[in-house]
């Protein structure tokens, strides 16, 4: 069974730093990997998608791919306190169904 | 980006009702819908994988007489919570994947369900 492991946290930093999230996975076959950020009582929201090894950066978001490692990671760079989430790791592409982690809680503080 | 609707977004009915939930892919063809629910600082549980003209994959444990999911055509997805109890109460959320684009998974709002 795919697993996709995520530390739940909280992981607490100050505004304005860097916030590192991780994320492993256990299916060496995945290809597709994707992060959603979900607010408290909202559904998640796709962010981030990455296929290939390497970094893939869209604003203040950076996601990372280490397919030999089964490594997934999303660095927010000038962590607002509105960046304050859960956010959910998933990989899943073609017919399969898609995997979550359990998702990892951030909170930015002033 | 894919813009994915659910109605209602929340609902508060009597104990032993039905409620049916609507989840639409406005702007693509969804080959695929997924319905999940998440209960309060809890991980999103998948209940059942839905695809367009064919009966629903409902995942171990969740009960499909209970949780009848229709999938009409390549938009539209609904999810029936009948008999509804108390512990049905949780909020409840569709996703669709882009035919276009069949990795990505594109989440509705959610709908709260409360039942009295």
């Known amino acids: 069974q795919k697993e996709v492991e995520q530390n739940s946290g909280p992981l607490s930093v100050p505004e304005g730093a860097i916030a590192s999230l991780n994320c492993t996975y256990s299916?060496?076959?995945?290809?597709?990997f994707f992060w959603y950020r979900q607010y408290s009582g909202k559904s998640p929201e796709l962010i981030m998608s990455?296929?290939?090894?390497g970094d893939k950066e869209d604003g203040r978001f950076t996601a990372q791919l280490n397919k030999a490692s089964q490594y997934v990671s999303l660095l927010i760079r000038d962590s607002q306190p509105s960046d304050s989430a859960t956010y959910l790791c998933?990989?899943?592409?073609?017919?399969?169904?898609?995997?979550f982690g359990r998702g990892t809680s951030l909170i930015v503080h002033p | 980006g894919a813009v994915v609707s659910q109605h209602p977004s929340w609902v508060i009915c009597k104990s032993g009702t039905s409620v049916k939930i609507e989840c639409r892919s406005l702007?693509?063809?969804?080959?695929?819908m997924f319905w999940y629910r998440q209960f309060p600082k809890q991980s999103l549980m998948l209940m059942a994988t839905?695809?367009?003209?064919?009966?629903?994959?409902?995942e171990q444990g969740v009960e499909k007489d209970k949780f009848l999911i229709n999938h009409a055509s390549l938009t539209l997805s609904t999810l029936t919570v009948t008999s509804a109890h108390p512990e049905d109460s949780s909020f409840y959320i569709c996703?669709?994947?882009?035919?276009?684009?069949?990795?990505?998974?594109?989440f509705g709002p959610g709908t709260r369900l409360t039942v009295l």
């Open positions: 996703s669709a994947r882009d035919r276009r684009r069949t990795d990505t998974q594109y």
């Open positions: 299916d060496r076959g995945s290809q597709s």
């Open positions: 990455i296929y290939s090894n």
């Open positions: 998933a990989t899943g592409e073609g017919s399969y169904i898609p995997t």
């Open positions: 702007d693509f063809q969804a080959t695929t």
């Open positions: 839905s695809n367009e003209g064919s009966k629903a994959t409902y």
